[in-house]
């Protein structure tokens, strides 16, 4: 049984409007409390809430459907999109529940491989798959909900960003066009493999080097696209994000896919929130698609004071971990691809 034959749409691609989330939001009244640090207003990767003045509990949930065959690949790739909610924010993992909906025909031993994924990444990430609730459904989804920890002085937000920021990337681009491009028969076997490596990675060992470094602003790219998390991060610091779209890594086969016509699912959804915003007169339609392609399990986009720029890569560089710089920050607002 195939997996990605049972479901319409996988990972995060799968992902509600960002355009729509932002009209039912803007209806509901934030939560007055001295404790809550981030909330809804505005929304960040994760909510924060502070215990003491050393202690604050970062939560946050993410599932989805499967947007790979495998059974142990898919529950290890929901559990690094959900884990990285909590690196996203500068804290630590601590406990992970199970959110997951399965029908009921699925083999058991389909449910054990994804289960025992997502446990093993739990236990990578530091911390530990304490149980869940499972339900049934015709279309198989699974996620986490995971708790952290972070100091309340040590937290990462979307609307940190500030004008004379160097923007930083910490993994290629382009999980939704090799995946779609598989199915076109666009992409093959190598090109998948190498995005579900980068999918089953998480974003732990960046998160702990970029704590010495005090980055400005941090987000995960996942489903609404870099170009949709950078309009957010713009959008919430007051600021311009200059990004240069030639800069941008992307994964093989992913910008071949989107040279050959093809978008995902979610590049309509990710233009319809994020393009009113963005200014990419002359930048290439591939580029473009790359830009607004949906992510699952991606890096982080950090904004750094540009000094610390060098320091920063030569420290990723020295550890193996991947690092592009692509582009700045400045006064003004939206994002300007160049």
Not at 15 to 39: C, H, M, N, T
Not at 286 to 295: A, Y
Request: charged share 20%; with cysteine; net charge negative.
């Amino acid at each position: 049984m195939k997996l990605t034959e049972l479901v319409t749409s996988g990972g995060c691609a799968a992902k509600y409007s960002a355009a729509r989330l932002q009209e039912l939001l803007a209806g509901f009244v934030p939560v007055e409390a001295e404790d809550l640090l981030i909330g809804l207003s505005p929304a960040d990767d994760a909510a924060v809430y502070r215990l003491d003045d050393e202690t604050a509990l970062v939560f946050t949930l993410d599932f989805f459907p499967p947007l790979v065959d495998d059974p142990c690949d898919f529950g290890t790739i929901a559990a690094t999109n959900a884990l990285n909610d909590v690196f996203a924010m500068g804290g630590r993992p601590l406990l992970a529940l199970s959110i997951a909906e399965f029908p009921e025909e699925l083999p058991q031993e389909t449910v054990a491989a994804i289960l025992d994924g997502a446990d093993k990444q739990v236990r990578a990430a530091g911390a530990i798959l304490a149980g869940g609730h499972t339900i049934r459904d015709k279309e198989p989804k699974y996620g986490l909900a995971v708790v952290g920890t972070v100091h309340p002085d040590g937290i990462w937000p979307k609307s940190g960003a500030r004008s004379g920021d160097a923007l930083f990337l910490t993994k290629p681009l382009g999980t939704g066009l090799v995946l779609h491009g598989a199915q076109r028969g666009l992409t093959g076997g190598r090109e998948v493999e190498a995005a579900v490596g980068w999918m089953t990675t998480l974003n732990k060992d960046w998160a702990d080097v970029l704590r010495a470094f005090r980055p400005s602003a941090v987000t995960d790219v996942t489903g609404f696209g870099l170009l949709g998390h950078a309009h957010e991060m713009a959008d919430r610091s007051g600021v311009r994000l200059v990004l240069e779209s030639g800069s941008w890594p992307a994964l093989d086969g992913a910008l071949e896919v989107a040279q050959a016509g093809e978008k995902t699912g979610g590049d309509g959804r990710n233009r319809e929130f994020a393009a009113a915003h963005v200014d990419a007169d002359g930048v290439a339609e591939e580029r473009l698609v790359l830009g607004f392609d949906p992510q699952t399990a991606g890096g982080l986009l950090v904004s750094l004071p540009a000094e610390k720029g060098p320091a920063l890569v030569a420290e990723l560089d020295s550890r193996g971990l991947f690092v592009q710089r692509i582009g700045r920050v400045e006064d003004g607002a939206g994002v300007a691809v160049l």
